[in-house]
């Protein structure tokens, strides 16, 4: 891979992690309070616990479409929110956080590998526009607009200034 391409990939993955447009989420996920994860915050529909797993399902649903062997298309909405407002547990929080991270970190080694070609249909693609970049770009779009959602949902509830 030449040196270009390199840190082309490296700056997607800058942007997959966040830091540049929007903050990263490892920065104030864990200043919520376990208590406060399933609270709705007045006019809104979604709590932070809902948020964050729909930003996980989403971004594990587009990694799987782009390199898992088998695909399957979720149901939308039903399958990308939680069926209740707050995580069950403190070890089913700590799981959906890790699962997180993990699958980020799959998704930027999936990116760096330089056997997946950016512009070319991923696995579960249809056309030529379902690349990888695309897939990727997804990802980002969707992760900070929903990260801004978290963090006014955060200063609401008095976790984070």
């Not at 932070?48 to 996980?56: A, G, K, M, P, V």
């Not at 070890?91 to 699962?99: G, H, M, T």
């Not at 699958?103 to 990116?111: G, Q, S």
């Amino acid at each position: 891979m030449s040196e270009r391409h390199a840190k082309f990939r490296k700056r997607l993955i800058k942007h997959l992690k966040g830091g540049e447009a929007f903050m990263p989420l490892e920065n104030f996920i864990d200043n919520i309070p376990f208590e406060d994860l399933g609270k709705r915050s007045e006019n809104l529909p979604y709590s932070f616990y809902e948020l964050f797993f729909h930003i996980r399902y989403a971004q594990k649903d587009i990694l799987d479409f782009c390199k898992a062997e088998t695909y399957k298309t979720p149901n939308w909405p039903n399958d990308y929110w939680p069926e209740i407002s707050g995580p069950e547990n403190k070890a089913s929080w700590e799981k959906l956080k890790k699962n997180y991270f993990d699958e980020r970190e799959e998704f930027a080694d999936f990116i760096m590998d330089t056997g997946n070609k950016l512009l070319e249909p991923v696995k579960h693609g249809g056309s030529e526009e379902q690349n990888l970049l695309r897939e990727i770009l997804l990802v980002i779009e969707h992760t900070s607009y929903h990260t801004g959602q978290l963090l006014v949902i955060a200063r609401l509830l008095g976790a984070y200034s």
